[in-house]
């Protein structure tokens, strides 16, 4: 083999590696913004209608209005009637909606998980064959969590130490882990490029928090689980529990909170205990 040869074989090499590599980490890619499901400047098929995030919502947040133009843009006559219709989950068939406070306008209530496409048509009077296509508007509305944040011990006992000594570290460390689904199945719509998302194509983010007595929250880790810290403190006592939110890193108001569990199939709040070291027995004589 020629020198040429070689150098072109191993560029190519090297491109399909890079390439291949690219690839792989774009299909890591995870949505943390809303522009993470805007896709070709709002094409009904292809993504939601804007990326500012006002097309994206939390469930049981997602009742909106929405409206349209009132003007023809191209003979500057007012529109004189609308329908505004959603489509169906079959891709092709729609279903009026709910009028709103004026005939450009209509009303979403509720919008379950998942995509949304909403289309309005207008005429601007009886000039027949001279109707605008209609306009398609995309929503997506975020799943509810479920999240079930759990210890690895099975009783209060377990996570219980002393302060003289303070929480016990390496295998005998108190670890709080998560796991986080979807608590609905979100709407798809056939026969569009609208992706069936997972719960693994959102990035989300945790914050922890220990739970004193009067229910203050003081955050006290930002990982997908979380190992209980506390350097010794002889003479100090404290009873207190850990709980977890859990939000999407796109909508970041879309919030679901948990206690902690006790590990296995617990249903049980995790109380931790902090206990001073015991005192000295007295001995007398009977």
């Given amino acids: 083999m020629s020198t040429q040869l070689r150098n072109i074989t191993l560029a190519c090499l090297f491109f399909a590696g890079c390439l291949l590599m690219a ?13 993470g499901l805007f896709k070709n400047g709002g094409n009904y098929l292809q993504g939601t209608s804007t990326d500012n995030g006002s097309t994206l919502f939390c469930t049981g947040s997602s009742t909106f209005t929405l409206a349209s133009t009132t003007t023809d843009p191209e003979n500057n006559l007012p529109y004189t009637n609308y329908t505004w219709e959603e489509m169906n989950t079959d891709g092709t068939t729609y279903q009026p909606m709910t009028a709103g406070s004026a005939p450009n306008k209509a009303n979403v209530t509720n919008a379950s998980p998942g995509w949304h496409i909403y289309r309005v048509s207008a005429t601007i009077g009886a000039a027949t064959g001279c109707e ?120 970041t108001a879309c919030t679901y909170t948990a206690p902690a569990l006790y590990s296995g199939t617990s249903t049980t709040n995790v109380v931790v205990k902090e206990y001073k070291k015991a005192g000295k027995p007295t001995i007398t004589i009977e």
């Fill in 23 to 35: 690839n792989n980490a774009a299909a890591q890619t995870k949505i943390s913004t809303p522009a």
């Fill in 132 to 251: 605008a296509d209609p306009t398609y508007f995309t929503v997506y509305v975020l799943p509810p969590l479920k999240v079930t944040p759990r210890v690895n011990k099975t009783d209060a006992e377990g996570v219980s130490y002393c302060s003289e000594n303070g929480a016990p570290t390496g295998p005998n460390a108190f670890t709080f882990t998560s796991v986080v689904a979807f608590d609905a199945t979100p709407r798809t719509i056939t026969g569009t490029q609208l992706p069936a998302l997972t719960i693994d194509d959102f990035e989300l983010q945790y914050t922890w928090s220990k739970v004193d007595g009067s229910s203050v929250k003081t955050t006290v880790g930002n990982a997908d689980s979380y190992t209980l810290t506390a350097a010794a403190n002889p003479g100090h006592a404290e009873t207190y529990s850990i709980a977890l939110d859990v939000n999407y890193a796109a909508k």
